[in-house]
């Protein structure tokens, strides 16, 4: 996990957005698009991000790419916010 680019992933409120949709499931990257209002390749960038940061897995069916969380990654960073607050009473 290049913690970096995790960090740069969660920056952006689009992209805490798409992880949030993803919270009940994979979706396609089309249903995904349908949620926002930009065009589809601007969702696509911001999947992409995620992508690289591993927070989200693919799988393509047909000519259709499905989304869905990687909680490790999630659960990596989770476990690292826990030991700075322990670290920090």
Not at 9 to 21: C, F, H, K, M
Not at 31 to 54: P, Y
């Amino acid at each position: 996990m290049g913690f970096q680019n995790v960090m740069r992933a969660l920056s952006d409120p689009t992209r805490r957005e798409i992880l949030n949709l993803l919270k009940s499931g994979c979706l396609a990257a089309t249903d995904i698009a349908d949620r926002f209002e930009m065009s589809g390749a601007a969702v696509s960038k911001h999947l992409a991000v995620l992508r690289e940061a591993e927070l989200v897995r693919t799988r393509r069916e047909g000519k259709y790419i499905y989304y869905e969380l990687s909680a490790s990654v999630l659960e990596e960073v989770m476990l690292w916010i826990q030991e700075l607050r322990e670290d920090s009473k």
